[in-house]
């Protein structure tokens, strides 16, 4: 079973349909969301839709949450940027005149976390010990306790998002990101990194806001049972920023970030 996980599409649509243009020369069979589909970007109602409509598996992020409810815990630009996208979401589903609100009942109904069997690995969008909003940094390879008590908590790989930066991280602990080649950041380029006999969680990096100064799409393709394959997709991003830059209750900087990828 080929695989493509993606997250943190975050209401970018130019950056999801370059990934699922991609996805779709990869030969895979079915396609997991790790979670927070809107919140920060232009369009995230076409973005549910197209999740909808191709992600056999999808999980609640912390800014769908706080699309469905009261946002906590947000800084003053994350937190418009979740009430325009609720308003964005609700207007929509009113439009619609469908008799549920297809949108956000939808957003409602997404799982915490998933687990796949055969094969006991776990998918959620923060961690495996608090699945919606506990971030695992790289710099937390440091922390062997937090790194011991979440990977108790794991059987074998556990697939996550939430910080936006790729990376695999085992139990030793240790984190290793996928190589960038210095002249492929307008192409499209692959990294493939082996996983430990062990236990591992990998981050798939992010579709709609990479933060790890690439300003290319990430996403994961497993398509064996030792490794995983990172994806760096460009896309307009020109484009996305123009369209944040259009709308009020979006801060520019929403759209700025895109281009350095941080
Ligand atoms: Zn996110």
Request: net charge negative.
């Amino acid at each position: 079973m080929n695989r493509a996980i993606i997250s943190d599409i975050h209401g970018n649509l130019e950056a999801f349909q370059a990934v699922l243009e991609d996805i779709n020369l990869q030969k895979v069979d079915e396609i997991f969301c790790l979670g927070d589909v809107v919140g920060y970007g232009p369009n995230p109602c076409e973005c549910v839709e197209l999740v909808q409509k191709h992600c056999k598996v999808v999980l609640l992020g912390n800014h769908d949450q706080g699309v469905l409810f009261d946002p906590e815990g947000f800084n003053v630009v994350a937190d418009k940027a979740i009430q325009w996208t609720r308003e964005q979401l609700e207007q929509r589903d009113r439009r619609a005149k469908h008799s549920s609100n297809q949108l956000m009942d939808f957003l409602g109904e997404l799982p915490r976390n998933y687990r796949d069997t055969p094969g006991n690995n776990l998918f959620v969008h923060g961690s495996a010990r608090r699945p919606i909003d506990e971030y695992v940094f790289p710099e937390d390879r440091y922390n062997a306790l937090k790194m011991q008590n979440i990977f108790e908590l794991i059987d074998r790989y556990c697939f996550q998002g939430h910080t936006h930066i790729p990376g695999v991280f085992s139990t030793a602990p240790d984190f290793i990101s996928p190589d960038v080649p210095l002249d492929a950041p307008k192409n499209i380029s692959e990294c493939r990194i082996a996983l430990p006999d062990g236990k591992a969680m990998i981050n798939v990096g992010s579709v709609g806001q990479p933060r790890d100064q690439d300003p290319r799409s990430c996403y994961v393709i497993v398509d064996d049972e030792q490794s995983v394959r990172f994806r760096r997709v460009p896309y307009p991003c020109e484009k996305t920023c123009e369209k944040i830059h259009a709308i009020d209750k979006l801060d520019n900087f929403l759209g700025d970030r895109l281009l350095q990828g941080r």
